[in-house]
């Protein structure tokens, strides 16, 4: 099934404790990006990826990092987070760019204590 | 980074009646026009896309009309169904760099 997973789906942490949201997918889509959701704000895209090891800001990328060494995975890392980055977290892949359908994950609901 | 304002935010409409969901766009460079639907607790799907070089698109129940002179591209469901609740995203594209822009949302509810 073609899908595009994220882990874990649910994280509740402290301030300041590294974390790395993953995500995958099967459909061997050359550009992935995340997103986070809030309240009002819509999704602000905080990361993207062409391809493999290339990558690049989004509107929202403070605080957070990227990387991307295999085309199937882009895992989101929070070095240090901060209770401003209690969202909901989505990332979507797609086949040629930003141009075409994003098929989302399942979400990954953070919360910074 | 590229604005689009979505309008209304919320939308409460009978079964049976149509709703319209507007975006506004500043960037005439914007080429690429998607709609998300997402439901509750759930991502959000694409339910629509239309590209700058046609001014309307139609699939069953929902089309999305383009008026690029305006700058402002419109959702519109009919007969409109329980299962069309959800939160509806726009978005745009415009090329100078590959992200999509998203609205801020618009919360339809179809009463009964």
């Known amino acids: 099934e073609a899908q595009v997973t994220q882990n874990p789906r649910y994280l509740i942490t402290v301030t300041g404790k590294k974390l790395t949201v993953t995500c995958s997918q099967n459909?061997?889509?050359?550009?992935m990006s995340w997103y986070r959701q809030d309240p009002g704000l819509g999704l602000r895209q905080i990361y993207y990826?062409?391809?493999?090891?290339?990558?690049d800001k989004g509107d929202v990328p403070e605080g957070y990092k990227v990387s991307r060494k295999e085309k199937r995975n882009f895992p989101l890392i929070l070095e240090s987070p901060s209770p401003n980055q209690t969202s909901l977290y989505f990332c979507?892949?797609?086949?040629?760019?930003?141009?075409?359908?994003?098929?989302f994950g399942p979400g990954t609901r953070l919360t910074v204590l | 980074g590229e604005n689009v304002e979505q309008h209304p935010s919320t939308l409460s409409v009978q079964e049976g009646d149509s709703a319209v969901i507007k975006c506004t766009y500043s960037?005439?460079?914007?080429?690429?026009f998607p709609w998300y639907k997402q439901e509750l607790g759930k991502r959000p799907q694409l339910i629509i896309d239309?590209?700058?070089?046609?001014g309307e698109k139609k699939d069953q129940r929902i089309a999305v009309t383009l008026n690029k002179t305006a700058k402002h591209f419109s959702l519109h469901i009919t007969e409109t169904q329980p299962e069309d609740s959800a939160v509806y995203f726009c978005?745009?594209?415009?090329?100078?760099?590959?992200?999509?822009?998203f609205g801020t949302g618009t919360r339809l509810q179809v009463t009964l």
């Open positions: 979507a892949s797609s086949s040629s760019g930003a141009y075409n359908e994003q098929f």
């Open positions: 459909m061997n889509h050359e550009y």
């Open positions: 990826s062409m391809n493999v090891e290339v990558t």
């Open positions: 960037d005439s460079a914007s080429n690429y």
């Open positions: 239309i590209r700058s070089n046609v």
């Open positions: 978005a745009l594209y415009t090329g100078t760099a590959s992200k999509l822009t």
